[in-house]
């Protein structure tokens, strides 16, 4: 019997194209900072960027209406065919019900998510704001791991208090292999910063505390997304946007007080066709990520967002390895340690993750026992034997559950079902 099994979800191809349109951009930004500069003050250079993220959000209102006409048109299709009235007026009913009669508990939640969408968004262009630091001097790697240690804490907390969710033998596992795999990320980082020269590592620290807030923020919003998903079943196309429209009326409301409370001057430097360019990309970019986040919560979980969350990291690591492949002449030996325990770290902490969402198995040491694919095929198997009960004369169906319980270790598992030796 194998070791490890891996379970493809058709759904986790939507994590496969956020981790490459994630990594793609920030190490396209992170080589090439100024190409995405659109104000010589970070801190406005940071709201337009937020700007641009809701401007992103707005393009599900073509989704929306797609997906809304297509399931029309289906239901349509399906009327035709059907010479029952009380039928058309049935699946007419079960659709108005799913889409549209929301209440007004949806719309408060909703009105709680955007706000929490607008302040985590705010963080950054407030981080600057407050320490005064210019986009260079912050040691973003370092940030980054840690935020996302806190927020991958933060969701798995979230998930047993407000969602109920039982954490099973298997996702404790993974929590402690992501715990350990940051462990060995945090000193290669801490490394880096004090070796880089050009770090101011006192405002990296503020900055750090500032924008972290977004790791107890983020995973409460989404957290919210899901609890909406599972108490309206409304799909994501509609609350991606709902979502947009009223995030964007937030942020034309607050945005003119805010310009002209600071009464700073907007310095914009979008200079060249090539950079409007980069702009647009990275906008349709940010739209198809968020979406596919909002499909990865409704299909798996919040907590699943980690997954998603972990490619900041990576790109980030990658980002190192340039670095240490233009200037390796320069580099020392503690500088290759470093780069090495990073890798490591990376790679653990993708292990533990796709574990958690079940898409690796470790079948030792009950790691398997509660995995959900394997409780539905267990599941099957007792229904299959209640039914033969039912037909034979004489037989305990307790009996019968004693055996299969007994029989549990003779059965194995391929990736295209059950198979009984």
């Not at 006409?69 to 065919?81: D, F, I, M």
């Not at 590592?201 to 909406?228: D, G, V």
């Not at 290759?336 to 890798?343: D, M």
């Not at 319980?405 to 003779?410: A, I, P, Q, S, V």
Request: charged content about 25%; hydrophobic content about 45%.
């Amino acid at each position: 019997m194998a070791f490890v099994t891996f379970y493809w979800n058709k759904n986790f191809i939507y994590a496969i194209i956020y981790w490459i349109f994630e990594i793609f951009i920030r190490i396209f930004m992170y080589l090439n900072w100024s190409k995405f500069e659109m104000s010589n003050i970070d801190n406005q250079d940071e709201y337009i960027f937020m700007i641009l993220l809701y401007i992103a959000d707005l393009f599900s209102v073509f989704l929306y209406y797609y997906i809304k006409c297509t399931l029309k048109n289906r239901n349509n299709r399906e009327n035709e065919q059907s010479d029952d009235s009380s039928q058309k007026y049935r699946q007419y009913l079960i659709y108005e019900n799913r889409e549209d009669n929301l209440s007004k508990d949806y719309l408060i939640k909703l009105i709680i998510i955007c706000i929490l969408n607008y302040f985590s968004r705010s963080l950054f262009w407030i981080a600057f704001t407050i320490t005064g630091a210019e986009y260079e001097e912050i040691y973003h790697q370092l940030q980054n791991d840690i935020g996302n240690v806190v927020d991958i804490l933060m969701r798995y907390i979230l998930s047993i208090f407000m969602l109920r969710q039982v954490i099973y033998k298997h996702k404790k596992f993974s929590i402690v292999l992501i715990v350990i795999g940051f462990a060995l990320l945090f000193p290669a980082d801490i490394y880096c910063m004090y070796d880089n020269k050009e770090i101011n590592r006192t405002k990296t620290l503020y900055y750090i505390l500032i924008l972290n807030i977004s790791a107890f923020t983020f995973p409460i919003e989404e957290t919210m997304i899901k609890q909406l998903f599972n108490k309206y079943y409304i799909i994501p196309e509609r609350l991606m946007f709902h979502k947009a429209l009223l995030g964007a009326l937030i942020l034309i409301i607050i945005t003119p007080i805010l310009y002209f409370s600071f009464g700073d001057k907007l310095s914009l430097v979008i200079d060249n066709g090539y950079k409007v360019l980069i702009l647009i990309i990275y906008t349709f970019a940010s739209f198809f990520k968020n979406y596919f986040l909002l499909k990865i919560i409704y299909h798996f979980s919040s907590q699943s967002v980690s997954f998603l969350i972990i490619s900041e990291s990576v790109a980030g690591s990658i980002d190192e390895i340039i670095d240490y492949i233009r200037d390796r002449e320069d580099k020392e030996a503690l500088d290759i340690i470093s780069l090495i325990i990073e890798i490591l770290g990376i790679i653990l902490i993708t292990i533990a993750t796709l574990i958690y969402d079940e898409i690796i198995v470790i079948k030792r040491f009950g790691l398997d026992k509660n995995v959900k694919r394997l409780i539905e095929e267990r599941a099957k198997i007792d229904k299959d034997l209640t039914k033969i009960a039912k037909t034979v004369k004489g037989i305990n169906i307790e009996d019968i559950y004693n055996q299969q319980e007994n029989e549990d270790n003779e059965l194995k598992y391929s990736d295209s079902g059950v198979e009984m030796n």
